[in-house]
């Protein structure tokens, strides 16, 4: 890449959108912010076009995006709809794509991204994991034009660690998980868990969706998913330790028995940095790893008695086709519904589970709307879960 980029970023108003703006002012000059997408909070996003010069914005919601142009600079033309975001990341004067959106809604715009060779910084679980086959064949089909960089962390780091590895030298991928907001919490109490705890994450700083999913390990599930795509690696050979400390990142084991890791402060700049500028690594002001002052590195194996959801994610990527996707989406309505207490925190993991137990699997790889209506119809019936569980 040369030295300065110009980044379109779907998602501007989440907690990685925002990040990932404080990253490309760190950047310098030479980095500008071509275009910011988000949902419907028009006013964040109009404070966003003035900071940073954009020349295009998109919201999903018609009306807000009405009422963004009411105020947003002239010189900044205001997309609206579901199909903004898809053009977008196909803008011509864009070199980055930043998929930061939640759910499925990442799966047409970083395809339109790879298409029109573009760099996809994806930052997007969901994407990969219902759709994770249609993804790294257009990464093929994009050959040199386009590529795929991962923005979590657990991704960055073993993207990072194999930089430089031959293609036949990984063995093995291990992904740390910090544990969440309970892995030391008594289990005989986790029924009586609240939302409000189940957001206060020790470590990192997330959405609330993603806060929960660290909750249940959720969030790894989906990750190993994400990693088996990713790096083409089994699931047998993707495994998962428990690291509170989460100073390492994530593992890779290579096959002359050496182990790679990268540590780093938990802090999500450091990954979205790297994959706007791979495989230069610019200098920052973000706060280091000291290593004198971390404490020891502590590893675990997973209670799959206390973290259920991650078996589950393990059974659908295994089994393929599109339950992952309805583990995605289940997984989505299940924790909608506990924040809205509907449901329990233990009902997460078994609304998903009698989802995927009802679904009937497709035995191919599926198109984008055989993806699409299987989400579709796991939320339906994630959802007639919910009601049955909301009425005992």
């Given at each position: 890449m040369g030295k300065g980029k110009n980044v379109v970023i779907l998602g501007s108003t989440g907690s990685i959108g925002r990040q990932a703006l404080e990253v490309i002012e760190t950047l310098g000059?030479?980095?500008?912010?071509?275009?910011?997408?988000?949902?419907?909070?028009?006013?964040?996003?109009?404070?966003?076009?003035?900071?940073?010069?954009?020349?295009?914005?998109?919201?999903?919601?018609?009306?807000?995006?009405?009422?963004?142009?009411?105020?947003?600079?002239?010189?900044?033309?205001?997309?609206?709809?579901?199909?903004?975001?898809?053009?977008?990341?196909?803008?011509?004067?864009?070199?980055?794509?930043?998929?930061?959106?939640?759910?499925?809604?990442?799966?047409?715009?970083?395809?339109?991204?790879?298409?029109?060779?573009?760099?996809?910084?994806?930052?997007?679980?969901?994407?990969?994991?219902?759709?994770g086959a249609l993804i790294m064949q257009a990464v093929r089909q994009a050959g040199s034009t386009g590529m795929l960089v991962p923005v979590d962390s657990e991704h960055s780091a073993i993207f990072q660690c194999l930089v430089?590895?031959?293609?036949?030298?990984?063995?093995?991928?291990?992904?740390?998980?910090?544990?969440?907001?309970?892995?030391?919490?008594?289990?005989?109490?986790?029924?009586?868990?609240?939302?409000?705890?189940?957001?206060?994450?020790?470590?990192?700083?997330?959405?609330?969706?993603?806060?929960?999913?660290?909750?249940?390990?959720?969030?790894?599930?989906?990750?190993?998913?994400?990693?088996?795509?990713?790096?083409?690696?089994?699931?047998?050979?993707?495994?998962?330790?428990?690291?509170?400390?989460?100073?390492?990142?994530?593992?890779?084991?290579?096959?002359?028995?050496?182990i790679l890791a990268q540590l780093g402060a938990p802090d999500m700049r450091l990954p979205i940095q790297y994959a706007f500028t791979y495989p230069r690594r610019l200098p920052n002001n973000y706060r280091r790893l000291n290593l004198f002052e971390c404490g020891p590195l502590l590893f675990e194996p997973p209670d799959l008695q206390r973290f259920p959801a991650l078996k589950l994610a393990y059974d659908a990527g295994t089994a393929g086709g599109t339950a992952p996707a309805v583990l995605n989406a289940a997984n989505e309505e299940a924790v909608a519904a506990f924040r809205a207490g509907r449901v329990a925190f233990l009902d997460i993991a078994r609304i998903v589970a009698e989802t995927l137990g009802k679904h009937i699997n497709s035995t191919w790889i599926p198109d984008l709307g055989t993806i699409l209506e299987a989400d579709a119809a796991a939320r339906v019936s994630a959802n007639s879960i919910i009601r049955r569980l909301e009425g005992k």
């Open positions: 000059e030479d980095w500008h912010v071509a275009a910011v997408t988000a949902d419907h909070n028009y006013d964040l996003v109009n404070q966003q076009i003035r900071k940073h010069g954009c020349r295009y914005a998109a919201l999903n919601s018609r009306s807000d995006a009405a009422k963004l142009r009411n105020i947003a600079p002239e010189g900044c033309q205001i997309w609206e709809g579901p199909e903004a975001m898809r053009d977008l990341a196909a803008l011509p004067e864009a070199d980055v794509v930043l998929v930061a959106v939640l759910g499925t809604a990442g799966i047409e715009p970083t395809l339109a991204a790879l298409k029109a060779g573009k760099r996809v910084a994806l930052a997007n679980k969901e994407t990969l994991v219902a759709a430089g590895q031959d293609q036949d030298a990984l063995e093995s991928i291990t992904l740390t998980a910090s544990g969440g907001a309970f892995r030391d919490y008594p289990l005989a109490e986790l029924a009586n868990v609240t939302p409000e705890m189940a957001l206060r994450h020790p470590n990192w700083n997330m959405g609330p969706k993603i806060t929960i999913d660290s909750a249940t390990l959720m969030n790894k599930g989906l990750e190993v998913i994400e990693a088996h795509w990713l790096f083409a690696v089994d699931y047998p050979q993707i495994n998962v330790a428990i690291h509170p400390g989460s100073m390492v990142h994530s593992m890779v084991h290579l096959r002359d028995g050496s």
